[in-house]
């Protein structure tokens, strides 16, 4: 069954605005600011940003359609960041008084002064230095959604996931069922010396469930939901967005299929890859290998560096010539949208591949002006008041061709070959170059036409290579809105949750793996 042209994410007009929540607002926001950025310009800082955030983030798990956990965690607190002689300062705080915020933007300019030391030590006579930006004064930003989650009883979320596992349940050939939510909701303020303010809202969401079936031997499989995590409110899980009725009717037959299945021969296959799974394939090959930090060496320790490196741009072939690839912090319902990041940089889109060729780098302040870039193009983030924001992706996208072909019609092409659907497991090196990809479900392509699934298919490939393959992209029709909550960078670790649009895409020649025979199974 072919999945891409379904669910479609619904055109709905853009949501009512929403405000934000005047519980946040009442917290001494301005004042704290005005304290700890008249403290930093006293003591000589040539740049200073405050930054107050409350993050609320909660749970809810469910194992046979029975509570089997739930968490709810609000992180409150506000952080200095400065520039002082030329170095990084930074420190965080909890105690909302003047005085104490004061005191934390002297400790972030005393920090400042140590790493100056230890910079000098080293011998080395690099400065810090910001890309301007036009100064935002008064800006507020809320995420489009409809219905805040938190407004929903928690009786009311746990009842629908059960309901939903129930239906799962009931079919045959179903053993167990495994149910998530995880919200979210972040409230930013920023204010910065050159009079940039900002107060920000955002709201996050990600339900799954997972069917497991166990066979009369002891052989058991699974599978997931392809709903993919959305900046959405609790609509998203009433209708708005997503068909949910449809998956979990259909779940059962298709895991049932699944366990009967062959397992695939290993050789070399044209794909056709759904949005569901070449989401994750962008998010590894590209959305981290565009990271400028990454590109210049400066990320290293946490996933590696990137083989895209700074002098490539306008000549490294990425991928074939239909491969337009774009980082954007404006795609409505993407988890990566933002008004303004936390370097009060107004949310852009931008290239980062055209026409198959690198053209463009996720920026923060920092690294836009260490390579020349006029301005960065918003990509600073922190996930608490406690870090310190560093580069993060954006929502980094594939486009889909202008009446391109349907999900069908890529199959049609095909002769020998398989269609992939959902994401799985993955592995990628620490440049960002060789990789493996797993997959939910996988469909064997004979003479145009899919002939059933098949199992254990892991498709490899050299990150140039592969996106040199892409032959043929789909329309528009096609094209999904995919994503995560959980991408994972820097020391200590952030994270923080991004969406990867896609339409599905045909691939010649790749190599495909049989996962059980190299992970010696029998």
């Known amino acids: ?22 519980s946040f607002l009442a917290l001494p926001l301005r004042p704290l600011a005005d304290a700890a950025l008249a403290r930093a310009r006293a003591l000589g800082a040539e740049h200073a940003d405050f930054r107050f955030e409350r993050v609320r983030s909660a749970s809810w798990k469910l194992r046979d359609a029975r509570p089997a956990g739930t968490s709810d965690a609000t992180d409150v607190g506000y952080a200095v960041r400065v520039v002082h002689g030329g170095s990084w300062g930074f420190a965080a705080g909890v105690e909302l008084t003047m005085d104490a915020a004061a005191r934390v933007a002297g400790q972030a300019v005393a920090m400042a002064k ?37 407004d929903v009883p928690d009786a009311e979320k746990t009842a629908l996931l059960a309901e939903w596992s129930g239906r799962l349940l009931a079919a045959p050939g179903v053993a167990h069922t495994d149910a998530t939510l995880m919200t979210a909701q972040e409230n930013k303020f920023y204010a910065d010396t050159a009079g940039t303010t900002t107060t920000q809202q955002r709201i996050r969401l990600h339900p799954q469930l997972t069917a497991v079936a ?71 090959s590209i959305g981290h290998a565009t990271e400028l930090d990454r590109a210049l060496g400066y990320e290293a320790a946490y ?5 895209a490196t700074f002098d490539q741009l306008g000549t490294l072939r990425y991928g074939s010539k239909i491969m337009n ?24 889109s931008w290239d980062l591949v055209k026409d198959g060729v690198l053209t463009g780098y996720q920026l923060d302040r920092r690294t836009a002006a260490l390579t020349g870039f006029e301005r960065s193009n918003g990509c600073a983030y ?141």
């Not at 999945?3 to 949501?15: A, G, K, N, Q, Y």
């Not at 890309?131 to 219905?147: G, I, N």
């Not at 690839?325 to 852009?348: F, K, M, N, P, S």
């Not at 029709?477 to 896609?502: E, I």
């Open 1 to 22: 069954m072919i999945h891409s042209d379904d669910h479609r994410e619904d055109p709905v007009p853009h949501s009512t605005p929403r405000s934000i929540d005047d």
């Open 114 to 150: 140590l790493s100056a030391k230890v910079i000098a030590a080293a011998g080395s006579d690099e400065r810090v230095e910001l890309a301007a930006e036009p100064v935002h004064e008064e800006r507020t930003w809320v995420s489009s959604y409809e219905v805040n989650p938190f």
């Open 214 to 284: 166990v066979d009369g031997t002891g052989g058991f499989d699974s599978m997931r939901t392809l709903a993919p995590p959305a900046g959405r409110g609790w609509e998203y899980l009433t209708g708005t967005g997503w068909d949910w009725d449809a998956e979990l009717a259909e779940m059962p037959a298709l895991l049932a299929e699944k366990m009967r299945a062959p397992s695939v021969r290993a050789g070399t296959y044209d794909l056709v890859i759904d949005p569901s799974n070449l989401w994750l394939t962008i998010h590894e």
């Open 303 to 307: 996933a590696g560096t990137s083989f």
């Open 325 to 348: 690839v774009t980082g954007d912090r404006t795609t409505e319902h993407g988890l990566a949208t933002v008004g303004y990041d936390d370097e009060g940089v107004a949310a852009q």
């Open 382 to 522: 922190a996930d608490s008041s406690s870090h310190v924001p560093v580069q993060r992706m954006a929502n980094v996208s594939l486009r889909p061709a202008p009446n391109g072909p349907s999900t069908e019609e890529l199959i049609s092409g095909v002769d020998d070959g398989i269609y992939v659907v959902g994401d799985r497991s993955w592995s990628i090196d620490m440049q960002r170059y060789n990789f493996q990809f797993t997959q939910q479900r996988a469909y064997a392509i004979r003479n145009g036409r899919l002939a059933g699934q098949l199992r254990d298919v892991a498709y490899q490939g050299i990150t140039p290579e592969f996106w040199g393959s892409m032959e043929r992209i789909g329309g528009p029709q096609t094209y999904v809105l995919g994503g995560a909550f959980n991408c994972g960078k820097a020391q200590p670790g952030q994270v923080a949750a991004v969406s990867h649009g896609c339409p599905s895409a045909l691939f010649r020649g790749v190599n495909v793996l049989n996962a059980s025979d190299e992970a010696g199974g029998a």
